[in-house]
């Protein structure tokens, strides 16, 4: 193998790949990276049994060939070469990759013994890469991290004709997100649990392109998800379990009682202030009325705060509680700089959406659910 491929195109490629490599994988070789190189590109490829990750971009290739190599310890080495262009070359033993003056001899490892990546399944339809990466990264971060809790780790995407919903929950918040898509079947209807993380990283990669989604068998541990987009292909096992019914939490429009319009960054600064003394599980205090949300967190003990926001309300005054960060990611996934939020009733489950304007309606296609937490009395 022979070949000459741009620093920036290749440390993007590999960085890609190496990022779904297992950090101690259960089998050495499943830390291994294949590179082929054919036909005037290089296709880079990884896979641990759960999800896989290929790309191909154009190289100048004198030699074809295809070796495997640490994923990891390539990665690190293209980010920091000195020059424009990267050189690899070697046979099946060991590969040369060089750059300017510099020179890394990584020895390879058995290609032969290297498992197959799984086939993507027949494509399912197609969707607007950047709307749906926003959409991703607008409910991920109510998604668990608790891996002995599976089913909370992922998204659940909920397809129904030519509109995909996705929600994640990790039992104290819920984010809901819904969009168009143009499916293959206009009448198909179907649910998949994607591991979040993977699906953050693939939505990312492939937002400048249109994205395939692919689906495949979603029987009990037959489940399989394929992504194609931008010369990207991906691939991951669905997450087995039995996802919650969290679409009772979105309060009903007609059992709303008060809604409260606020600048998203005002609030955002203001919590962060609040923040800084609030007991690890405690809540901060807000109060919504007379057209402020007053916030207030700590103890008489050692440190109190408060703060107060303009706000717009309509309807009785509230008295709640939320966790900071919960309330922080929130208003983070939102992207306008208004924040709306409707409440039942002080101790149910309040609604937060977005609004480019303080005229505007609230959109149903997006929810961020925020348990509130009890107040200490």
């Not at 999800?51 to 295809?66: C, F, L």
């Not at 977005?354 to 925020?370: C, K, M, N, Q, V």
Request: charge should be negative; charged fraction near 20%; hydrophobic fraction near 45%.
């Amino acid at each position: 193998m022979k070949i000459r491929v741009g620093r920036e195109v290749l440390a993007e490629a590999v960085g890609w790949v190496a990022r779904g490599l297992p950090s101690r994988p259960s089998v050495p070789i499943l830390a291994g990276m294949v590179v082929d190189a054919a036909d005037g590109q290089v296709t880079l490829s990884g896979f641990d049994y759960e999800s896989s990750a290929q790309v191909s971009v154009p190289a100048e290739v004198a030699d074809e060939g295809r070796v495997l190599v640490s994923g990891r310890l390539l990665s690190d080495i293209c980010k920091s070469m000195p020059r424009d262009s990267v050189d690899l070359s070697g046979e099946a033993a060991r590969v040369q990759v060089s750059s300017g003056a510099a020179r890394f001899v990584l020895h390879t490892l058995p290609i032969d013994e290297y498992p197959p990546l799984p086939e993507i399944p027949a494509a399912s339809g197609v969707v607007d890469g950047a709307e749906f990466a926003r959409a991703v990264a607008q409910v991920v971060s109510a998604a668990g991290r608790d891996d002995t809790l599976p089913v909370f780790t992922g998204i659940r995407l909920e397809i129904r004709g030519p509109v995909i919903s996705l929600l994640a929950t990790d039992r104290y918040r819920l984010a809901v997100r819904t969009l168009p898509w143009q499916p293959i079947d206009a009448a198909v209807e179907t649910n998949a649990l994607v591991p979040a993380k993977l699906l953050l990283d693939v939505t990312k990669a492939m937002a400048g392109h249109e994205l395939t989604l692919a689906l495949g068998s979603t029987r009990t541990g037959d489940g399989l998800i394929g992504f194609e987009g931008g010369g990207r292909h991906a691939t991951s096992r669905l997450i087995d379990g039995e996802f919650p019914k969290v679409r009772g939490l979105i309060p009903a429009e007609n059992a709303i009682t008060s809604t409260v319009t606020v600048e998203t960054a005002a609030l955002v600064e203001a919590v962060k202030r609040v923040a800084l003394v609030a007991e690890r599980s405690t809540p901060v205090r807000i109060t919504f009325a007379d057209g402020t949300a007053t916030l207030d967190a700590g103890n008489g003990e050692e440190a109190q705060a408060s703060e107060a926001v303009g706000i717009t309300l309509n309807g009785e005054p509230v008295v709640t509680g939320f966790n900071a960060g919960y309330l922080l990611d929130g208003l983070a996934s939102l992207g306008t700089p208004i924040a709306h939020f409707a409440f039942t009733r002080p101790t149910k489950p309040a609604n937060l959406t977005g609004l480019r304007s303080p005229e505007d309606t609230p959109s149903s296609d997006a929810a961020y659910i925020l348990m509130p937490m009890r107040l200490p009395t």
